[in-house]
């Protein structure tokens, strides 16, 4: 894997990507991590999604406006809330048709995004943002509240029979909230439907593709990943995994960026630090006389704890395929959030992580980036979203794509 990332970084001085300089380099955390970034791949402003269920969105979205950058040179913002909107309604379609039996919620996936586009087109931000209710960043608590019993209460049929009217209403509680559709609008001139504006972006949804890597189905077949937010049932690629890591960094070699969904739950993501790691946690066997008397009378809660108060690099888990499908198989590894990575960097050590784009506003040390380590990348990696050319050519033949 040391040779792929090194021929990958390698690659990126060719492909145009930005190399870091020395100035480029952030300052040191909070935590006493210095962080030099050697693939930086130029992207559009971090945005926040604040206290709504929508990091998917964001993420995809933010991704398709980096492929419009790099093939167009136009740094554009679109609008998430109008492929949320879209995707409240349709979820809410499958919810009814299925008698309630799958799940209705704020959360979804990467491939909700190009659905969105494919099917009902795009707008910018200035023409939709979703914040019809008097607030001034997204809160979507009363909307998910409300939306949430409606459709219960529709499943429950009370009449013996579904009304005509049930989804008039559900719209109507979307406008009210979100905001009415808009049929036509007018950008830098030029006058669109959403769908006319999706097709001059020059995006196609068909020439990108879902990844993912897990030893319950067999690779380089699809499959449909088995968590409650894939509510379009959609299929994953599956790779071993150190093929799919090999795609993320031939996709950030060749200038392109990565949707990364992961979980976020473990002690070892600290937001407000920057960084996210997998600490191997302490070996008695190296420990002195003093800090194994201190170590056997924690207890468990505050070794945990212990083993998470990282203050600079830390030794980490070395990860396996089958311990990464253990942690899936037992729910360690959940299916929290949605994020973008732009770009690899090294700590002061010399190990390698993947920088990462967050959509949770930029009031953090490195204004709304984090710091990912590879571990914390294996082991925790639902699944990643590509454009199909950045997959190598021995994996494409493998997957035939």
Known sequence: MKKLIAASLAAAVFAGVAVAKPADTPKDSVAGFEFKDIVTIPVTSVKDQNKSGTCWCFASTSFFENEIRKAKG??????EMFTVR??????????VRTYGKINFAAGGSALDVPYVWKKYGVVPEEVYNGLNYGEDKHVHGELDAVLSAYVQSIVRNPNRRISTAWRQGLEGVLDAYLGVLPETFTYKGKTYTPKSFAQSLGISPDDYIGLTSFTHHPFYEPFILEVSDNWLWGEYQNLPLNELRAVVDNALANGHTVVWAADVSEDGFKWKDGVALMPKGKDEGDMTDTELSRWVKLSDKERASDKYNFNGPVEEITVTQEM????????????DHGMEIVGIAKDREGNLYYKVKNSWDTNQI???????????????????????????ADIAKKLGI
């Open 74 to 79: 136009d740094s554009l913002d679109l609008s």
């Open 86 to 95: 879209h995707c409240y309604a349709d979820k809410a379609d499958r919810y």
């Open 324 to 335: 990464r499908q253990e942690m899936f198989d037992r729910q360690e590894t959940t299916d």
């Open 366 to 392: 490195y204004d709304g980036f984090l710091y990912v380590s590879m571990p914390y990348f294996d082991a925790k990696t639902l699944n990643i979203y590509v454009n199909k050319k950045v997959i190598p």
